[in-house]
């Protein structure tokens, strides 16, 4: 006997990770994300030829700040519009192979040669001096964000990432051990 149900479409919430779905305005072949991850060209070649759906860079460098001895081999910047072309070739690469890409913005704060914490509190082991962040420094560092973003519009990218992982600076804004401060930027998890 023939079921005369008809076959009703999965809902998102039973799709599978090879199905197609939509996220706002984007529509993703699949729903195969990668993580940050390293940000040379042949690299995230290879991760979009696999069918990955989106891929985010490595943390990308939003400051105009010096770089200390905790990334020798060079940063991987958006401080500047010289940089615009070399995050754009990333963006093409992932674009013509369907796939998206995140900038992952980065603030090192003690890893940069500020040596930025929120309450100059030293971190963890590190024999590194810290300094504890004026409302000026804050702003002069929301405004890195800002410009980053910009430039990575620029560059063709589909979105950003804010870094808060690893004892960058905006982890170190959101631990209670680390952000001490009684003004607006530290006491309550709003501020």
Do not use: W
């Amino acid at each position: 006997m023939k079921d005369d149900k008809k076959q009703e479409k999965p809902s998102e919430t039973t799709k599978g990770v090879f199905d197609s779905t939509t996220l706002k305005n984007l529509k993703f072949k699949n729903r195969v994300f990668l993580g940050p991850y390293i940000h040379t060209a042949p690299k995230i070649e290879k991760i979009v030829e696999n069918d990955v759906s989106m891929v985010t860079t490595e943390g990308c460098i939003i400051g105009d700040y010096a770089f200390t001895k905790l990334q020798p081999e060079g940063p991987f910047r958006i401080d500047t519009d010289e940089y615009i072309p070399e995050i754009k070739n990333l963006a093409d690469i992932v674009h013509k192979n369907n796939s998206y890409i995140l900038l992952d913005l980065l603030h090192q704060g003690i890893g940069s040669c500020e040596r930025y914490t929120p309450s100059g509190k030293s971190i963890m082991n590190l024999d590194i001096e810290s300094k504890a962040m004026t409302k000026d420094d804050i702003i002069k560092v929301q405004n890195y964000f800002v410009q980053a973003a910009l430039r990575a519009k620029k560059a063709g990218c589909d979105g950003v990432e804010i870094h808060g992982a690893q004892l960058s600076l905006v982890s170190l804004f959101c631990s209670s051990k680390y952000n001490t401060r009684t003004d607006e930027y530290g006491g309550s998890d709003e501020n």
